[in-house]
């Protein structure tokens, strides 16, 4: 199951179906909440979270969770 106010990852129109750049963003930067769910601060609350644990964290969770279609090819420590 989902928890309460946590968007599914899962979902056909969830966080995953965005571009790695843009998850990039909405990792780095935190993602404010609009529709009820729960906000993330930027990085996570850790601000010692490289570009590189970033992209990291994305290719786990696409491998883990989601589609992979929208992955780009990148180099670790890149800016999108």
Not at 23 to 39: A, E, H, K, N, Y
Not at 60 to 78: D, I, M, V
């Amino acid at each position: 199951g989902v928890m309460p106010g946590v968007r599914d990852l899962t979902a056909s129109d969830g966080p995953l179906n965005k571009t790695d750049g843009v998850l990039f963003l909405s990792i780095r930067d935190g993602v404010q909440s609009v529709d009820g769910t729960v906000p993330m601060p930027a990085r996570g609350g850790n601000p010692g979270l490289t570009g590189s644990d970033i992209y990291i964290l994305i290719d786990y969770l696409r491998h883990n969770f989601g589609p992979a279609e929208n992955s780009a090819q990148y180099t670790p420590g890149e800016k999108p």
